[in-house]
Structure formats: C-alpha cells, structure tokens
T-cell receptor
Framework: NAGVTQTPKFQVLKTGQSMTLQCAQD?????MSWYRQDPGMGLRLIHY???????DQGEVPNGYNVSRSTTEDFPLRLLSAAPSQTSVYFC???????????FGSGTQLSVL | TQLLEQSPQFLSIQEGENLTVYCNSS?????LQWYRQEPGEGPVLLVT?????EVKKLKRLTFQFGDARKDSSLHITAAQTGDTGLYLC?????????FGAGTRLTVKP
C-alpha cells in the first residue's frame, strides 16, 4: 500500500518551461490538495479537489493549473515556470469525513 | 502574515530537557492538528484536538487546545534526539487545512 506517490522527486527547469508534477493515491480518498513549502512560510495551499471533476483555488493558485479526472490522480501543471516557483511541493489526501491529511514525500523544484 | 503563528521559529536543546512550542491565531478553528516533518519527507500527523481546553497526551508529548479554540501548545517532556524535526500546526477551514510556518526543533545528545 503506497499511500501518496509523488513524481519526480527532484526537477530543474529553465524559466518559461512547462512541466507536470504527478500525484497518485491508492487510498480511495475524495479530497486531494497541493501545497508548496518555502523557508519561513510553512505550507501554503495552491489548489485542492473535493472529488473527481471538482477543483478549487487555495491561497496561492497563480501560475498553476490542476485537473481531477479520476479519484486517484491529481496532477499539478506549471505552464510557464518562473524562479518564484522554486519550492518544495507536497501533495496530500484525506477522506471526506476525516481531517487527517496524508502527504507524499514531496517534489523539490528549482527554476533557473 | 501567517494565519497561524508558531513560536519559537527555531529551538535547540539538550537531550533530557523539557520544551513547549506554541501555535497562535486570531481565528477560531473547528479543530487544530499538529504534524511532525523530517527532512526529505512530507508532514506526518501527530494529533488532532477538537474541543476547547482539550488536552491530549502521546507518550512524552502533551498537546493542549486553547479554551477559545484559537491557539494550541505542544509540550515535550525529557526530549530525545529522535524528537528532532519540524513541528507544524494546522487549522481546519471549510475545505482545507491552513498551516503555520513551523518550529524547527533540534535535540542534541
């Protein structure tokens, strides 16, 4: 039982490049979310989804897109990467009636 | 400005000492959680507190939720080197969890 799987673990991009951060969960949880973690800032919510086909914006959504076509997958897309998006990204999930968030091990992204 | 303010930001102590870290907000939360995060990993839930004034114990860790449900504290008794990590508090919103910046604890042998 893998829980929450994030790929890749590390990524370096040039300014203007696009990429997708993958997140998959095998716990059949309805709620999934993306956070970024920066020094001194804690985890800030980017986007979240309460179920397949439903997404919504968090605190810092600009520059990021998401989709939720299946319960299992919640990819995060950067259409045109900027140095300000250098961060560690965490994907989380939880059940609809549960507040316990399960996190993946993160993706460390550097934008040069 | 963080919705949840954690203090201190950094704490370095000797093994065997006691410590308390704090999580404060001007907002009321339906529940508050404490997570512990190790380098290269995602946060892992330690405890959820729901009722104002609630106290929960997890071995040497004692968690308290303020009466007004705006603040919380984490007390560690006789710290061990294995307690080293980043401690994050998080408050439950309508559809998301909002996190503080964390307290980075180092326990030296």
């Amino acid at each position: 039982n893998a829980g929450v799987t994030q790929t890749p673990k590390f990524q370096v991009l040039k300014t203007g490049q696009s990429m997708t951060l993958q997140c998959a969960q095998d716990m059949n949880h309805e709620y999934m979310s993306w956070y970024r973690q920066d020094p001194g800032m804690g985890l800030r919510l980017i986007h979240y989804s309460v179920g397949a086909g439903i997404t919504d914006q968090g605190e810092v959504p600009n520059g990021y897109n998401v989709s939720r076509s299946t319960t299992e997958d919640f990819p995060l897309r950067l259409l045109s990467a900027a140095p300000s998006q250098t961060s560690v990204y965490f994907c989380g999930c939880r059940g609809a009636m549960d507040e316990k968030l399960f996190f993946g091990s993160g993706t460390q992204l550097s934008v040069l | 400005t963080q919705l949840l303010e954690q203090s201190p930001q950094f704490l370095s102590i000797q093994e065997g000492e006691n410590l308390t870290v704090y999580c404060n907000s001007s907002s009321v939360f339906s529940s508050l959680q404490w997570y512990r995060q190790e380098p290269g990993e995602g946060p892992v839930l330690l405890v959820t507190v729901v009722t104002g004034g609630e106290v929960k114990k997890l071995k040497r860790l004692t968690f308290q939720f303020g009466d007004a449900r705006k603040d919380s504290s984490l007390h560690i008794t006789a710290a061990q080197t294995g307690d080293t990590g980043l401690y994050l508090c998080a408050g439950a919103g309508n559809n998301d969890m909002r996190f503080g910046a964390g307290t980075r604890l180092t326990v030296k042998p």
